[in-house]
């Protein structure tokens, strides 16, 4: 068949670890849109008038593979005369120098492009258009390239239209651009082969297959489309030649969302090679018997970096550069594995639409030495009744099915030539301890993944005078990140110089002297970066110049400017600017009589309560238990004399706004947990608040407590995936609506802050 391979011994005793497993989950793309193209333009920009046309000659080969079991498409030609930008016409369309270039194949059926661009020239775009394809491709666009080079993805059709485009101004001497090769594949699926080139295979499956839409009345069928949703075919070029295998995307423990992805030692056994593959996603036919490729079938190029592989185990272990397409899945996985388990490959024989074949496991840990390729594998010999695996089958998964779900078992290595149906997988659980790291991975708090059994420092707060108090060792253990911190970093507070500290980003004003009568002029912003504060001045406060014709033997009371806070943040009122409140005399002492004015309501109407403390000095302080404005006078009296009550107003802000479910939706019972997102505004970063969940909305509400003393973080928002509670007596008390709550602590006996999600649905 494909490759050769002769049983050697079969070991008896299998010893065999704890099962390990993961389950499986949709991916879901949180990649940025690009500077350049912030709409995720697919059409050209430019029109395309002056493209430069570069006729392609007949290219003569076979398609006789030189890498046993691995599927041949086509081979490079190296252009003799380069495409460098000087040949190009550049025009200044869409605010873009765009240039646009056309290959046209004699013989070709599918073409994909080698470009150099080095890492220093101007970000470029590069958008191309096959002459069988509906419309252009999302850009690609040059920072994404590997060492300056890239292959493009693949395009169907004899010719092949790509346009470039840069942002600016830019004349074609003023960067580098070279296009030296071009992939030429005779065969495009389901069209056979062009006659100059003569290959042994067509592109199609050569053997009895079962196409994945021909399964959809198996009780196997929704898990089978999961694995294939998991499944790509993988083009990469090797030594002059084009070449498919499969592969498959798989989840981690901790359901970072992380593209790790699994295939074939001898398909992707080195960085070079992986740095060429292109991945097309959901390549599979819309119904049992047809050649129509669904529509949502996509293509992603950027290779791929190569964590791990082993030649015995015949295994490669990747963590994909681009996300996959839309509609992908993670697949989960396990190590468990016995002689006569049913199971499933989902696999691209000969590069064809996704095809399934069902068996059982025969054997395991089998020593098979390779024929064709020489030396000796480790392996699970696995006995197909339907369907089986051919080229351009290597590297694609092997299955079980439970729950609706699929379960990852090891990557295909080969099959008998003579035999279709008996077939050799990796066996997962003899290389599980050396991926595993990779494979029970945890989310950090701040963005990015910490593998499994490693340590990462993590702060409780963003700024403090003690930043190793506020750390502590967070460990990633089997997906689960220990500890609560939600910090990466933490930058030391700066001491005040009139009593006090200042965190770190953070900013007072200081003046240089207290007996000057314009303030403004000795007025400095001193602001604190880890440690340092900027500027010299000295001083809290400055009492400013006194009223014209003012009375020295009267105080003058000033309740300072109006200033703006957070609910929940200590405030601070500042009468020192108050004027001459000490005149001279034995046992004269100013004295300042702070009182509220107009404060916030409670939901019953009541005035909000709080303490004013240090309400007779001049810089009373206070915590605002609610957002709105609270209004404070002052008198000052110096033993003779009382000053006339001066006004001032402190504009507290804090409002907490649920963002999803945003438009209400429905939670089914048993389904996957629903995701809780919020964003604050007017809450310090340090605040803690409490998620509960309301049933009963719109008759006897119940609130039950979800989660407590979450940090706020310095982003202003936040997510949280809530499962359904496990209580028996909440699950009880569920009615079909529900709210969310997120509530920052009640502040003594007043109302707490909170924000409410729309009204959802509970099944």
């Not at 940025?32 to 912030?38: F, Q």
């Not at 629903?674 to 970063?685: D, I, T």
Request: charged share 20%; glycine share 10%; net charge neutral.
């Amino acid at each position: 068949m494909y490759r050769a391979f002769l049983l050697v011994t079969l070991w008896a005793v299998v010893i065999t670890a704890q099962a390990q497993r993961a389950e499986t989950v949709p991916y879901q793309s949180a990649v940025p849109r690009a500077a350049l193209a912030p709409e995720a333009v697919t059409g050209f920009l430019g029109s395309g008038a002056e493209a430069l046309t570069v006729e392609l000659p007949e290219v003569s080969t076979d398609l006789v593979s030189n890498r046993p079991g691995v599927r041949k498409t086509g081979t490079v030609y190296r252009l003799p005369n380069p495409v460098t930008a000087p040949r190009l016409k550049w025009q200044q369309e869409s605010g873009h120098a765009i240039a646009r270039v056309r290959f046209v194949s004699a013989n070709g059926a599918r073409l994909r492009i080698h470009v150099l661009y080095p890492p220093t020239a101007p970000v470029a775009e590069f958008r191309q258009q096959g002459s069988e394809e509906a419309g252009p491709g999302v850009a690609v666009l040059s920072t994404d390239f590997v060492r300056g080079e890239s292959w493009l993805p693949l395009v169907d059709g004899r010719s092949l239209e790509l346009e470039i485009a840069i942002a600016g101004d830019l004349k074609p001497n003023q960067f580098s651009l070279t296009i030296d090769a071009v992939n030429i594949m005779p065969g495009s699926h389901r069209r056979g082969a062009t006659e100059a080139f003569r290959p042994s295979l067509t592109g199609d499956a050569q053997k009895p297959e079962f196409d994945l839409a021909c399964w959809q009345s198996d009780p196997a069928y929704n898990a089978l489309s999961k694995a294939a949703a998991a499944t790509a075919l993988v083009h990469f070029i090797d030594n002059g030649n084009s070449f498919v295998c499969s592969g498959t995307l798989l989840n981690d423990k901790g359901n970072t969302n992380t593209p790790w992805f699994t295939t074939a030692n001898h398909c992707l056994p080195t960085q070079a090679i992986a740095d060429t593959a292109s991945f097309d996603w959901l390549y599979q036919a819309g119904e049992c018997g047809q050649s129509q490729t669904l529509a949502n079938h996509s293509t992603t190029a950027g290779g791929a970096k190569l964590l791990w592989t082993e030649f015995r185990r015949e295994i490669a272990f990747l963590k994909l550069k681009k996300p996959p397409g839309r509609g992908t899945v993670l697949s989960g996985w396990e190590t468990d594995i016995a002689v006569n388990d049913p199971v499933w490959a989902v696999h691209h024989p000969e590069g064809d639409h996704t095809m399934v074949s069902q068996g059982k496991v025969t054997a395991l840990n089998q020593e098979i030495e390779d024929v064709t390729g020489g030396g000796l594998h480790i392996l699970d010999e696995v006995q197909f009744s339907k369907g089986g695996t051919e080229a351009g089958s290597s590297g694609s998964g092997l299955f079980s099915t439970a729950g609706g779900n699929p379960y990852w078992k090891g990557t295909l290595f080969g099959g008998d030539e003579l035999d279709y149906q008996l077939s050799s997988y990796s066996h997962f659980d003899g290389y599980y301890g050396q991926i595993k790291g990779w494979l029970e991975a945890c989310k950090l708090p701040w963005g990015g993944i910490i593998l499994g059994g490693k340590e990462v420092t993590a702060y409780a707060v963003r700024s403090s005078v003690d930043c190793a108090a506020e750390s502590e060792i967070r460990t990633c253990a089997a997906g689960t990140l220990s500890g609560n911190n939600p910090y990466q970093t933490c930058e030391a507070a700066c001491e005040l110089p009139w009593g006090g500290t200042l965190l770190s980003g953070r900013s007072a004003v200081a003046y240089r002297s207290a007996d000057l009568a314009d303030c403004a002029k000795v007025r400095q912003l001193r602001t604190c970066s880890d440690g340092k504060l900027s500027g010299s001045y000295t001083l809290a406060s400055c009492p400013g110049q006194c009223p014209a014709g003012w009375d020295a033997s009267v105080p003058v009371a000033d309740a300072g400017a109006e200033t703006n806070g957070n609910v929940g943040d200590r405030q601070r009122l500042d009468g020192s600017f108050s004027c001459n409140p000490n005149p001279p005399g034995p046992k004269r002492q100013r004295r300042f009589t702070w009182s509220k004015g107009t404060v916030p309501a409670n939901a019953d109407g009541s005035a909000v309560r709080f303490t004013l403390r240090d309400g007779a000095g001049a810089r009373p302080s206070f915590v605002p238990p609610l957002p709105g404005d609270y209004q404070f006078r002052v008198t000052v009296g110096n033993g003779a004399a009382t000053s006339e009550p001066a006004a001032t107003t402190i504009h507290v802000g804090g409002a907490i706004h649920v963002t999803s479910p945003y438009d209400g939706g429905s939670w089914t019972l048993g389904d996957q947990p629903l995701q809780l997102g919020w964003s604050f505004e007017g809450v310090s970063p340090s605040k803690r608040f409490n998620v509960f969940l309301v049933t009963g909305v719109g008759s006897t509400e119940r609130l039950f407590l979800l989660k407590r003393r979450l940090r706020a973080q310095d982003s202003a928002s936040g997510s949280l995936n809530v499962p359904l509670p496990r209580n028996r007596r909440t699950l009880k008390m569920l009615s079909d609506a529900a709210v969310f709550r997120v509530c920052l602590p009640r502040i003594g006996n007043n109302d707490p802050v909170c924000g409410r999600s729309a009204v959802f649905a509970v099944q």
